[in-house]
T-cell receptor, first 112, second 116 residues
Framework: DAKTTQPPSMDCAEGRAANLPCNHS???????VYWYRQIHSQGPQYIIH???NNETNEMASLIITEDRKSSTLILPHATLRDTAVYYC?????????????FGGGTRLMVKP | GAVVSQHPSWVICKSGTSVKIECRSL??????MFWYRQFPKQSLMLMAT?????????EQGVEKDKFLINHASLTLSTLTVTSAHPEDSSFYIC????????????FGPGTRLTVL
């Protein structure tokens, strides 16, 4: 699976949008971009995933560049409870049965 | 979303003893479950893939005789840390893939193991 690069940490003001970038320049055609987050001392939580089109759900939006070499996770109105480590993962085939390889992630701190 | 439970949520044991951790899928059946380990301030590392009805598949560097995995049923996988040592102290997390619907993995809440 392609490797991803994320900034180690970011701050965001409560109520503002949090934009978390991810580079995956070696992504191949059948690889999906997944985002998970991990709140301290809990198991990771699925957020969203996509192949090439932008995606939106009740938690977040995922913007994937046209060349698919990078993406941005957007939390439209960050709250204090969104403070967590956010992992961008590229996985082949979009199959949940395939293993996930976690990188370092981005530690997002939402501040009042 | 799907619910995955782990038991116990935390455990403290003496060096040399064995500890069993359970992972249960509460609302759907799973032929595959994953076991991860996370050391403080580090990311999750996949240890092994638990397969119902067959042997687990271990990642490179993970000792299969030390970390025994039993996928007892379609809703239960257990990880037993045998002859635990302080360096085995970690956060152990399981995940269950849901192949239908959103087609993603659901994670348990984790088990924190401290070996004295």
């Amino acid at each position: 699976d392609a490797k991803t690069t994320q900034p180690p940490s970011m701050d965001c003001a409560e109520g503002r949008a949090a934009n978390l970038p991810c580079n995956h320049s070696t992504i191949s055609g059948n690889e999906y971009v997944y985002w998970y987050r991990q709140i301290h001392s809990q198991g990771p939580q699925y957020i969203i995933h996509g192949l090439k089109n932008n995606e939106t759900n009740e938690m977040a939006s995922l913007i994937i560049t046209e060349d698919r070499k990078s993406s941005t996770l957007i939390l439209p109105h960050a709250t204090l409870r969104d403070t967590a480590v956010y992992y961008c993962i590229v996985r082949s085939g979009g199959n949940a049965g395939n293993m996930l390889t976690f990188g370092g992630g981005t530690r997002l701190m939402v501040k009042p | 979303g799907a619910v995955v439970s782990q038991h116990p949520s935390w455990v403290i044991c003496k060096s040399g003893t064995s500890v069993k951790i359970e992972c249960r899928s509460l609302d759907f059946q799973a032929t595959t479950m994953f076991w991860y380990r996370q050391f403080p301030k580090q990311s999750l590392m996949l240890m092994a893939t638990s397969n119902e009805g067959s042997k687990a598949t271990y990642e490179q560097g993970v000792e299969k005789d030390k970390f025994l995995i039993n996928h007892a049923s379609l809703t239960l996988s257990t990880l037993t840390v045998t002859s635990a040592h302080p360096e085995d102290s970690s956060f152990y997390i399981c995940s269950v893939p849901l192949l239908a619907g959103v087609n993603e993995q659901f994670f348990g809440p984790g088990t924190r193991l401290t070996v004295l």
